[in-house]
């Protein structure tokens, strides 16, 4: 079965880098897009970037371009997000998401279960 | 800048039937924008119901469908049970690699 497992969160201050990581098995990782997606305390999702299978093809939300960087290791099955000049507004729960089956258009099918970064001084 | 709207708020009795919508601030919405419908309880990831319109995701009960009502995306609950009580999201591609989160649905059953 797919599971998709995050690591990497906890408390930075302001200014600071930090970079989740995002475990993947029960399906061959190579093959998928993936996206990160947040959830601010008490407030909706908001997607934040989508690297495509071969990591050729990036994108990300204005809120974080230019300071948040996708990568994957199609050789570990991971999945990363290294986050930099971190705000408090990027405080949140940072979840990893398969891309669904289709093209460039699939939003997320399956979910890990969160990793939490908080951003306070 | 893309808004997409949902509904803040809904209810439904058990054993009901409720549609959530999921539109864009300017314009409408079409099987283009591939939108996707996600359940989430408190404290719990998002579950993905439906993806590319009305492609119903593994595992998910046929009471749950999608599809494309007028100018909006739509997620139609029928036989609502106590435990679809929960937060619903919709997401549209709007191009160039950028997807938009609606605000989410808080559902009701009672």
């Known amino acids: 079965q797919v599971q998709l497992v995050e690591s990497g969160g906890g408390v930075v201050q302001p200014g600071r880098s930090l970079r989740l990581s995002c475990a993947a098995s029960g399906f061959t990782f190579s093959v998928y897009g993936m996206h990160w997606v947040r959830q601010a305390p008490g407030k909706g999702l908001e997607w934040v970037a989508v690297?495509?299978?071969?990591?050729?093809?990036?994108y990300y939300a204005d809120s974080v371009k230019g300071r948040f960087t996708i990568s994957r290791d199609n050789s570990k099955n991971t999945l990363y997000l290294q986050m930099s000049s971190l705000r408090t507004e990027d405080t949140a729960v940072y979840y990893c998401?398969?891309?669904?089956?289709?093209?460039?258009?699939?939003?997320?099918?399956?979910w890990g279960q969160g990793t939490l970064v908080t951003v306070s001084s | 800048q893309t808004v997409v709207t949902q509904e803040p708020s809904l209810s439904v009795s058990p054993g009901g039937t409720v549609t959530l919508t999921c539109g864009l601030s300017s314009g409408s919405v079409s099987s283009s924008h591939y939108p996707s419908w996600f359940q989430q309880t408190p404290g719990q990831a998002p579950r993905t119901l439906i993806y590319s319109t009305n492609t119903r995701s593994s595992g998910v009960p046929d009471r749950f469908s999608g599809s494309i009502l007028g100018n909006k995306a739509a997620l139609t609950i029928t036989g609502a049970q106590a435990d679809d009580e929960s937060d619903f999201y919709c997401?549209?591609?709007?191009?160039?690699?950028?997807?938009?989160f609606g605000g989410g649905t808080k559902l009701t059953v009672l």
């Open positions: 997401v549209l591609y709007v191009g160039r690699g950028i997807w938009v």
């Open positions: 690297i495509s299978f071969d990591g050729s093809n990036i």
């Open positions: 998401g398969k891309k669904a089956p289709g093209g460039v258009e699939a939003s997320p099918d399956y």
